[in-house]
Nanobody
Framework: QPQLVESGGGLVQPGGSLQLSCEVS????????VTWFRQAPGKEREAVMC????????TFADSVRGRFTIARVNAKQTVYLNMFRLRPEDTAVYYC??????????????????WGQGTQVTVSS
Protein backbone atom coordinates (compact mmCIF):
# COMPACT_ATOMS: atom_id res chain seq x y z
CA GLN A 1 0.00 0.00 0.00
CA PRO A 2 1.69 3.25 -1.12
CA GLN A 3 1.96 5.75 1.68
CA LEU A 4 3.49 9.21 2.15
CA VAL A 5 3.89 10.68 5.61
CA GLU A 6 4.84 14.33 6.09
CA SER A 7 6.42 15.59 9.28
CA GLY A 8 8.29 18.61 10.58
CA GLY A 9 5.56 21.20 10.52
CA GLY A 10 4.81 23.50 13.42
CA LEU A 11 4.72 27.06 14.68
CA VAL A 12 7.69 29.26 13.83
CA GLN A 13 8.38 32.97 14.07
CA PRO A 14 8.85 35.08 10.95
CA GLY A 15 12.40 34.73 9.72
CA GLY A 16 12.72 31.25 11.16
CA SER A 17 13.38 27.91 9.48
CA LEU A 18 11.77 24.51 9.26
CA GLN A 19 12.59 21.23 7.56
CA LEU A 20 9.67 19.20 6.31
CA SER A 21 10.13 15.49 5.62
CA CYS A 22 8.11 13.25 3.32
CA GLU A 23 8.77 9.60 4.03
CA VAL A 24 7.33 7.15 1.54
CA SER A 25 6.62 3.45 1.76
CA UNK A 26 4.98 0.83 -0.42
CA UNK A 27 6.85 1.95 -3.53
CA UNK A 28 10.40 2.79 -4.59
CA UNK A 29 11.02 6.52 -4.21
CA UNK A 30 13.79 6.46 -6.83
CA UNK A 31 11.18 5.71 -9.50
CA UNK A 32 9.05 8.75 -8.73
CA UNK A 33 9.04 12.52 -8.99
CA VAL A 34 7.92 14.28 -5.82
CA THR A 35 6.35 17.71 -5.49
CA TRP A 36 5.47 19.70 -2.41
CA PHE A 37 2.13 21.52 -2.58
CA ARG A 38 0.60 23.84 -0.04
CA GLN A 39 -2.85 25.17 0.68
CA ALA A 40 -3.56 28.20 2.82
CA PRO A 41 -6.98 28.87 4.35
CA GLY A 42 -9.36 30.22 1.73
CA LYS A 43 -6.85 29.77 -1.09
CA GLU A 44 -6.31 27.25 -3.82
CA ARG A 45 -3.67 24.58 -3.51
CA GLU A 46 -0.41 25.59 -5.17
CA ALA A 47 2.69 23.71 -6.19
CA VAL A 48 5.76 24.86 -4.29
CA MET A 49 8.81 22.85 -5.33
CA CYS A 50 9.50 19.62 -7.14
CA UNK A 51 12.38 17.19 -7.38
CA UNK A 52 12.31 14.87 -10.35
CA UNK A 53 13.23 11.21 -10.21
CA UNK A 54 16.46 12.26 -11.93
CA UNK A 55 17.19 14.49 -8.92
CA UNK A 56 16.53 17.78 -10.70
CA UNK A 57 14.84 20.45 -8.56
CA UNK A 58 12.29 22.93 -9.83
CA THR A 59 10.61 25.87 -8.14
CA PHE A 60 6.99 26.61 -8.99
CA ALA A 61 6.17 29.28 -6.43
CA ASP A 62 8.10 32.49 -7.13
CA SER A 63 7.58 33.61 -3.55
CA VAL A 64 9.80 30.81 -2.20
CA ARG A 65 12.60 31.14 -4.72
CA GLY A 66 15.88 31.60 -2.89
CA ARG A 67 14.32 30.73 0.48
CA PHE A 68 13.28 27.07 0.08
CA THR A 69 15.31 24.11 -1.12
CA ILE A 70 14.34 20.53 -1.88
CA ALA A 71 16.36 17.34 -1.65
CA ARG A 72 15.80 13.63 -1.83
CA VAL A 73 17.60 10.71 -0.18
CA ASN A 74 16.37 7.67 -2.02
CA ALA A 75 18.13 5.29 0.36
CA LYS A 76 15.98 6.72 3.13
CA GLN A 77 12.83 6.86 0.99
CA THR A 78 12.56 10.50 2.03
CA VAL A 79 12.21 13.91 0.38
CA TYR A 80 12.96 17.07 2.33
CA LEU A 81 11.69 20.62 1.96
CA ASN A 82 14.02 23.05 3.69
CA MET A 83 12.36 26.36 4.41
CA PHE A 84 14.32 29.44 5.44
CA ARG A 85 13.40 33.08 6.17
CA LEU A 86 9.81 32.06 6.64
CA ARG A 87 7.07 34.62 6.20
CA PRO A 88 3.50 34.74 7.53
CA GLU A 89 2.28 34.15 3.98
CA ASP A 90 4.02 30.74 4.02
CA THR A 91 1.40 29.60 6.53
CA ALA A 92 -0.41 26.62 4.99
CA VAL A 93 -0.89 22.90 5.10
CA TYR A 94 1.99 21.37 3.16
CA TYR A 95 1.49 18.15 1.21
CA CYS A 96 3.92 15.94 -0.65
CA UNK A 97 2.83 14.03 -3.71
CA UNK A 98 4.54 11.37 -5.84
CA UNK A 99 3.98 10.62 -9.49
CA UNK A 100 5.54 10.32 -12.93
CA UNK A 101 4.68 13.41 -14.95
CA UNK A 102 5.82 13.04 -18.54
CA UNK A 103 7.95 16.19 -18.44
CA UNK A 104 9.68 15.40 -15.15
CA UNK A 105 8.24 18.07 -12.87
CA UNK A 106 4.64 19.20 -13.01
CA UNK A 107 2.65 21.64 -10.96
CA UNK A 108 -0.61 19.90 -11.82
CA UNK A 109 -2.09 17.91 -8.95
CA UNK A 110 -3.68 15.46 -11.38
CA UNK A 111 -0.22 14.30 -12.45
CA UNK A 112 0.45 12.77 -9.03
CA UNK A 113 -0.75 9.37 -7.93
CA UNK A 114 0.06 9.31 -4.24
CA TRP A 115 -0.46 11.98 -1.60
CA GLY A 116 0.36 12.49 2.04
CA GLN A 117 -2.05 13.69 4.69
CA GLY A 118 -0.36 17.07 5.09
CA THR A 119 1.50 18.90 7.83
CA GLN A 120 0.60 22.34 9.17
CA VAL A 121 3.10 25.15 8.99
CA THR A 122 2.23 28.33 10.86
CA VAL A 123 4.46 31.39 10.67
CA SER A 124 3.49 33.89 13.30
CA SER A 125 4.95 36.02 16.05
Amino acid sequence: QPQLVESGGGLVQPGGSLQLSCEVSGFTLADFTVTWFRQAPGKEREAVMCISKWDSPFTFADSVRGRFTIARVNAKQTVYLNMFRLRPEDTAVYYCAAGNPARGCSGEANDYDYWGQGTQVTVSS
